[in-house]
């Protein structure tokens, strides 16, 4: 790769404290500038960082609001997709909050507990789509990486430059990455602590697709919104296999795909496609 370091990286200081209402939900969400006519998307859901001020950093707080707000829209039947995005233009999130983590020890981390939102953040059901402008750093990359998609601004940057202050990944970075990407590329940026561009993202197989900047969070809302027309429980059973890819062995992953493939036809979904297609008609999903 020839995708070389930005200098206008933000730097690795202490962020602002924390603060009530870090994320914020929009839904249904509001539908694309483009769209005619603008109403709602019915069963997209919008969730944004709401930390301007400090480049939307990940302080343990606000991944918790976050892991909550993404568990109830999980838990809601009439949301089908949803978009991460942080507040601004610079930043979708420029990484963790230093602050917090800076007196830690192994034993406080350990036994805090706070990593556990990262938990919940990889267990939700429905498919994730991050809206990245400006910096996706350190644990910011790490977010975008446990959604399912990545719409990327032209202006965005990706990399994990922990090891410039004296750590490494610690939220997936190093796992998420070598299976996005390759053992080669992923050890190159993670022990140089060096960005890459949205354009060598997506040459990497990073990100799904670069658009223009201002172009983001619409993109994003499309694509969600496409998802969002197919049979819910289909598209539930489709990301748990895909995820699945990366962590069993072929022959174990095609089994669990098969099982998945076959309890399909218990759904009323299931019914309605293959009825709606010989009917040449649109289907209308239930869900169950």
Known sequence: MTDTASTNDPPLAAMPADRPGLVRV?????????????????????????????????????????????????????????????????????????????????????????????????????????????????????????????????????GQPEIRIGVMPGAGGTQRLTRAIGKARAMELILTGRSMSARGAEAAGLVTRVVPSAATVDAALELADRIATMPPLAVRAAKAAILDAGERSLSDGLARERDAFFRLFDTQDQAEGMAAFTEKRAPVWSGR
């Open 26 to 158: 929009a839904f249904p969400a509001p539908a694309p500038a483009s769209a005619a006519p603008a109403t709602a998307l019915a069963h997209v859901a919008l969730v944004t960082l709401h930390r301007p001020e400090a480049l939307n950093a990940l302080s343990f707080d606000l991944l918790d609001q976050l892991a909550a707000a993404l568990e109830a829209l999980d838990a809601d039947p009439a949301c089908r997709a949803v978009v991460v995005a942080g507040a601004g233009d610079r930043a979708f999130a420029a990484g963790a909050d230093i602050r917090e983590l800076a007196p830690q020890t192994s034993a406080s981390l350990s036994s805090g507990g706070r990593f556990a939102a990262w938990d919940r953040l990889a267990a939700i059901g429905l498919p994730l789509i991050a809206a990245v402008r400006g910096f996706a750093l350190g644990g910011g990359c790490e977010l975008a990486m446990t959604c399912d998609m990545i719409v990327a601004a032209e202006d965005a940057s990706f």
